[in-house]
């Protein structure tokens, strides 16, 4: 059974990514972060890269945007907003450690074509880290970074169905580091890091929902980059693989291990500007509206 | 769409009766029937301790249809309550926020402020300081006190508001809770107010019988409120005999009630008329004035019981029992007995202050007492009022006790099947 897509993509993948050149430890805002262990500038650099290359070869056209000095997690383009066709929601971020992150995603977006749509006040909300869509319904996250009440405001504004789940262990504290949609209907997850409503919201909008076990699952597997039929993760996860295989994907492990210190792989060092494979709107007419970079 | 609320959820939203604690109203909107995020909030407001009402509900028709709820939580104290909130806020629940009741100082005795909120006689809840509370003492047509310190309202009546008491104005900041009535599993589920000569009566009876055992089993007051055809009908023995066997715990009556059934008891007539042949006494017209004078140089009804004078009757059991009694007077009042409160502002204050607790009244003949007593009754004790006139039944529900239960029946059969079916059972 091949569960992977065959659908002939209408136009190139486009990413946006923003180089490592000033990612660090630099603070701690979640269990992963130990600002005593610290990263190792050049072998992050190396990853990165390794990232980067594996992404072209597949044919996808990385944009990147400019790393600023003193915003050290703004390599994790992830979380810079949602996307949705031509619109792109900033996010506002939980921690004031990362709020001037805000300002260069909006103007990277409003430069390169996308309409900004902000949230408003109070709801805090954490983009495609939160957020993910697979078929026609967009899948939450909330509680650790980002809000039920944000997440209803982008359902009403874009007029989509939004399902909220409470993430519940401080490990997964986005939606991208225990759950992956791999294409409509099929998608990748943690149980562990849901509650009984969060398992139950998945099993019952899920038609194929893969389980992840808990030793990979803290490896970051279900941070997975998708890119048509390959699925691009952290090495380290030979169990998924197998079965991401079994079902017609092709994966491509990568050692990912500077970017787990501060609570990230693949996934966050990505933000897809032509939305993800498995979201239901991607390739269609909506994209239609978003400028070329 | 999944409307499934039972998975995984134990909730059910039933409606919750509203009686004491404090209460806040959230809204929770989206996608929240798929989400789980509806059943998760109630299952959540029950965990905690908390109990809810959904008051309003709109579930969306696509897919892509936000749905609404709008839900009462209610706690025991108002600490339990914000940890409750603040749980919910997390979940997408908000509080809906209106504004506190607005409240003016009582300018004068006697009086209501201008524009004063009159009150219903049915649940009513203000706004003190961003909370909303129950107001005690729920009786129609009053004003409402706020106690700013204790964050409490009652009811209070206009003859008792003093300068400077803090008395709501205005809609503002007030909310009326309509009674619900239990569907199908109450006896009275079969009856409506709807004054009728053609109801079943053994059915009627025994929904009565019930009513009262439920009330007394919830360890609340069961009021009668009688008048003479009582005595006249040769029924006083019957609600002797309920009063004897523990099934009433106050008594709303006049002067005549207890004239003449006094009367009974010493000299065996009830204006006149001999109990036992229906047929009037020689010098019978005089038995009740008698009574009445005889009574008024003993001092009390009392001290006629206390005395010998007195064996049996209503009063008799009545006062052996340490039932609550309330006799108040009227213009045409012979006398009257010494207990009979003259001053009708008096008499209307006791009254106010024994239907505390009453969960069950009954009304039988009197339409004045029962108007008195329906004003005063919150709509949530039931009425029963027994009237072989279905003009006096009417009356009562036209002024606003439409909770009362009405029956167009003569009241010795009534009260002689109520005796039957309740006394013996305690």
Redesign the interface.
């Known amino acids: 059974m091949s569960l992977a897509q065959n659908r002939k993509i209408a136009m190139q993948p486009r990413i946006l990514m923003c180089p490592p050149d000033y990612y660090g430890i630099e603070y701690e805002i979640n269990p992963w972060m130990n600002r005593l262990i610290g990263t190792d500038p050049l072998e992050s650099t190396r990853q990165w890269r390794a990232l980067h290359a594996t992404l072209v070869e597949l044919g996808v056209e990385v944009s990147l945007v400019d790393p600023i000095k003193g915003l050290p997690d703004l390599v994790f383009t992830a979380n810079a907003g949602l996307i949705y066709g031509s619109i792109f929601i900033p996010s506002r971020f939980r921690h004031g450690v990362r709020r001037g992150e805000e300002p260069y995603y909006s103007s990277w977006a409003a430069t390169h074509g996308f309409d900004v749509v902000t949230l408003p006040e109070p709801h805090y909300f954490e983009g495609a880290g939160d957020a993910l869509f697979c078929g026609?319904t967009l899948f939450a996250g909330?509680?650790f970074r980002s809000?039920?009440?944000g997440?209803?405001w982008i359902?009403?504004r874009l007029?989509?169905?939004?399902?909220?789940?409470?993430l519940v262990d401080a490990r997964y504290y986005h939606l991208d580091t225990c759950f992956c949609p791999l294409a409509p209907g099929v998608a990748i997850y943690f149980s562990g890091a849901f509650d009984?409503?969060?398992q139950?919201?998945l099993a019952?909008?899920i038609e194929h929902l893969i389980e992840v076990s808990a030793e990979e699952a803290v490896s970051f597997s279900c941070n997975a980059v998708v890119v048509g039929s390959t699925v691009i993760l952290n090495d380290g996860s030979p169990e998924l693989a197998h079965k991401l295989r079994s079902i017609g994907f092709v994966v491509k492990p990568l050692r990912l291990t500077e970017f787990i210190k501060a609570g990230g792989s693949a996934k966050c060092l990505t933000l897809r500007l032509d939305g993800e494979d498995a979201a239901g709107w991607h390739a269609t007419t909506l994209n239609q509206g978003i400028a070329s970079t | 769409m999944?409307i499934d609320l039972n998975?995984?959820t134990t909730a059910t939203p039933v409606a919750t009766p509203i009686d004491s604690g404090v209460i806040e109203e959230v809204e929770v909107?989206?996608?929240i029937v798929?989400?789980?995020?509806l059943?998760?909030i109630l299952d959540r407001i029950l965990q905690m301790g908390g109990s809810f009402e959904i008051r309003e509900c709109t579930i969306g028709s696509r897919?892509?249809d936000?749905s609404y709820a709008r839900v009462a939580i209610k706690a025991k104290t108002p600490e339990l309550l914000d940890a409750i909130l603040g749980d919910l806020v997390?979940?997408?629940a908000?509080p809906i926020n209106p504004s506190d009741a607005v409240v003016v100082s009582a300018d004068m005795a006697g009086a209501f402020p201008d524009n004063f909120y009159s009150t219903t006689n049915q649940h009513t809840q203000v706004r003190i300081v961003g909370r909303w509370v129950e107001v005690a003492d729920q009786e129609m047509d009053c004003g409402i006190v706020i106690d700013h310190e204790h964050k409490t309202a009652r009811c209070v009546a206009m003859l008792d508001v003093r300068p400077g008491l803090p008395m709501v104005v205005g809609y503002a900041g007030v909310r009326v809770i309509p009674a619900e009535r239990p569907r199908g599993a109450s006896p009275f589920s079969f009856m409506n107010s709807a004054v009728s000569s053609e109801k079943p009566k053994a059915v009627s009876l025994r929904a009565v019988a019930d009513s009262i055992r439920t009330a007394r089993s919830n360890g609340q007051k069961v009021l009668l409120v009688g008048g003479p055809a009582i005595v006249h009908t040769g029924s006083a023995q019957h609600v002797a005999s309920l009063i004897r066997g523990g099934w009433i715990q106050t008594l709303f009556a006049g002067n005549a009630l207890a004239t003449h059934d006094l009367e009974q008891s010493i000299y065996g007539t009830s204006l006149g008329i001999n109990m036992q042949h229906g047929e009037s006494v020689d010098h019978g017209h005089e038995h009740h004035l008698r009574t009445i004078n005889t009574i008024r140089r003993l001092g009390s009804i009392k001290n006629a019981i206390d005395s010998g004078l007195v064996t049996s009757g209503i009063m008799f059991e009545a006062y052996r029992k340490n039932v609550d009694i309330v006799l108040a007077g009227s213009i045409r009042d012979d006398g009257p007995l010494p207990e009979v409160i003259t001053d009708m502002l008096v008499a209307q204050a006791k009254m106010r202050e024994a239907v505390k607790g009453v969960g069950f009244a009954l009304m039988i003949a009197t339409m004045l007492h029962s108007v008195a007593t329906g004003n005063l009754l919150p709509a949530w004790v039931k009425v029963v009022c027994v009237d072989i006139n279905p003009s006096t039944l009417t009356k009562l529900s036209d002024r606003g006790s439409f909770q009362t239960i009405s029956l167009v029946t003569d009241v010795e059969p009534f009260l002689r099947s109520l005796a039957a079916e309740l006394v013996g059972s305690i």
């Open positions: 026609e909330y509680r809000e039920v009440g997440h209803q359902g009403a007029g989509v169905e939004v399902l909220p789940m409470e009984t409503y969060g139950s919201v019952s909008n | 999944s998975t995984p909107r989206g996608h798929d989400s789980l995020l059943p998760k897919r892509v936000p997390e979940h997408g908000t």
